[in-house]
């Protein structure tokens, strides 16, 4: 992402500075998981019921994932621009409710939730908690000098096997899985009134393509073109359980979000309220 103030593609700080630290209704506040013991060290197909068995990304080609529904109008997986794949409901829910489990371990520390300052003084509504590597307007580090200092907690190897899952599903394309190799994870909370303005993911020195993986309320995900915040732009449906995976020609495409609607996640994602969305990168440092 680049800087909103001096004009460019711009996460949205318009809803002002002061927000609270995550509470218990935010669905973040809760638990004591353990992701890496839960995960352990093999690398399911997450889309798979079958947990402690190795995924390997070419398990999971060919595999569409079930039209996830709420109860009236299936949504198929839709190619929305070239390299950029939406599939509904790829994470069943159980994976969800892991996932879950682990972004509240992540919100815990070394480095808390937060919402990053902009260069400008702008603060974005979104609150992020970073893995691998910290991002802060507008490069990566290892600590959080931001906030406190810290350095960040590992990128997991299970989400980078998650991440080769997620590509090889939606490219069908067993080399561009096999060579994914995420290092960084921005996990990103959203409240009811949370939002992100018209942004690119650039700080990468990687052209690999970005995952996206979104859990609990509903949002509407604008996903634009790469030459500017306008149109044309597509503007779709998450839900919890949903991936998105935007690369090749649709990498640097601009992208945010609009809108969250409150109370849309359904107890099954082990979310109480809000969104909570993490997006996996290479970023070629
Ligand atoms: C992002 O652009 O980094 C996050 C997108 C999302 O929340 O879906
Ligand atoms: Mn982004």
Do not use: I
Request: hydrophobic residues 30%; aromatic residues 8%.
């Amino acid at each position: 992402m680049t800087g909103p103030n001096g004009g460019r593609d711009a996460p949205d700080p318009s809803d002002g500075p002061g927000r609270d630290a995550p509470g218990p209704s935010d669905g973040l506040g809760r638990g004591t998981p353990e992701p890496s013991k839960s995960h352990g060290h093999t690398a399911p197909d997450p889309s798979k019921g079958h947990w402690h068995s190795p995924p390997g990304p070419s398990k999971s080609l060919g595999h569409t994932a079930p039209d996830s529904s709420d109860g009236l109008f299936p949504r198929p997986r839709s190619v929305v621009a070239p390299g950029a794949v939406h599939v509904p409901g790829w994470l069943p829910p159980e994976r969800q409710r892991e996932l879950v489990e682990a972004c509240r371990e992540w919100a815990r520390g070394p480095v808390p939730l937060r919402n990053t300052v902009l260069p400008g003084g702008g603060v974005m509504s979104v609150r992020t908690v970073c893995l691998g590597w910290h991002w802060q307007p507008y490069r990566y580090t290892r600590t959080a000098d931001d906030v406190n200092g810290a350095r960040v907690a590992a990128f997991p190897e299970w989400l980078a096997a998650w991440g080769r899952s997620a590509v090889a599903e939606a490219y069908g394309d067993p080399a561009a899985a096999e060579a994914y190799a995420p290092d960084t994870a921005l996990v990103n909370f959203y409240d009811g009134a949370a939002r992100m303005g018209m942004h690119q993911d650039r700080e990468e020195r990687s052209d690999a393509p970005v995952v996206s993986l979104s859990l609990g309320d509903t949002c509407v995900f604008r996903f634009g073109n790469t030459r500017d915040r306008g149109r044309p732009y597509t503007d779709v449906e998450l839900a919890s359980g949903d991936l998105f995976v935007f690369g090749g020609p649709s990498r640097y495409a601009f992208h945010g979000v609009t809108r969250v609607f409150g109370g849309t996640a359904g107890p099954a994602s082990g979310m109480r309220a809000g969104r909570l969305n993490l997006t996996l990168r290479e970023t070629g440092l």
